[in-house]
């Protein structure tokens, strides 16, 4: 007996490390954890309610796919729950004026190594509202594309010159009365019920959604919106409507954006949870 239990320590200390191993690659689980970084970026413009956030992810145990990642808003006021898909990756370098120095990229799925934590900054937009959004401007094109055939005629932007007091005082003619056209002012209407950026308090759930394992690894925060950025988005509304005029003159819109803080939510709140 005694023999045989050696022989049985022999053989075990033999292929302990290959049970190791084989444990760590095929069984134990890999697990991610997300680090915000900065501020959250909310806006309203384009056709869709935005947030940007930047952040780290980092993989324990083993090699990780994430497939792609989502957040769910939830407004404490009245329990409004909005998901967002993820529309851009942004360039992680910035120049001394704050402008991005490389073009975006579209979203695809990466690998994170144990070894190599990944580095995210990520535009999410709301996919629902927008094509609520672009649905409204695809009606409204039409009808602004009349104003615009107007405006060419009297002046064209290729003229090679600035146009006359005179025809700059019939440009604004045009534009007050195509202002005051039932498009214009529905469409204005339908984008500002379309901006819930409210005053008050927000649930944000980041949402790390990886493939093989197919899990949803998840972490939660809270933020607030204030007044002043509340009403500084809401102006984006008549810039969203105005773009294509903008755009005749060869004026760039520019929108206003929020940032506010992260505040963590309870530890209970993160932890991973299977797909089934």
């Known amino acids: 007996m005694e023999e045989f239990l050696k022989y049985v320590a022999v053989i075990y200390g033999v292929i302990q490390p290959w049970l190791i191993a084989f444990y760590r690659k095929f069984i134990r689980s890999g697990k991610i954890d997300i680090h915000e970084t900065s501020r ?41 729950e909005h998901v967002f898909n993820w529309a851009a990756f942004c360039p992680p370098h910035i120049s001394s ?20 934590p ?5 535009i999410f937009e709301d996919s629902d509202t927008s094509k609520e959004i672009e649905d409204l401007f695809n009606k409204y094109n039409a009808k602004c594309s009349d104003i615009l055939a107007q405006l060419n ?7 090679g010159h600035d146009p006359s007091q005179k025809i700059k005082a019939k440009q604004q003619t045009l534009i007050e009365d195509f202002r005051n056209t039932d498009a214009y002012k529905d469409i204005r209407n339908h984008l500002a019920s379309k901006c819930y950026w409210h005053h008050g308090n927000y649930n944000l759930l980041i949402k790390v959604i990886t493939s093989k394992p197919d899990k949803v690894f998840s972490k939660a925060f809270c933020f607030t919106i204030s007044e002043s950025d509340a009403k500084k988005l809401m102006l984006n509304v008549p810039i969203m409507v105005e773009e294509p005029i903008l755009s005749y ?7 206003y954006f929020a ?10 709140e993160n932890q991973a949870k299977t797909i089934y």
């Open 118 to 122: 990944h580095r995210y900054n990520i």
């Open 259 to 268: 940032y506010t803080s992260y505040n963590t939510k309870e530890s209970n």
């Open 153 to 159: 005629i009297l002046w064209p932007p290729r003229a």
């Open 249 to 255: 003159f060869g004026t760039k819109p520019i929108y």
């Open 40 to 80: 959250i970026e909310v806006g309203f413009s384009g056709t869709a309610p935005t947030i940007e956030l930047n952040g780290t992810l980092r993989v324990l145990n083993k090699d990780v796919f994430v497939r792609s990642m989502e957040l769910v808003i939830t407004r404490d006021k009245d329990k409004a």
């Open 97 to 116: 004026m704050g402008i991005r120095m490389s073009p975006m990229e579209i979203p695809a799925g990466f690998l994170i190594s144990q070894n190599s």
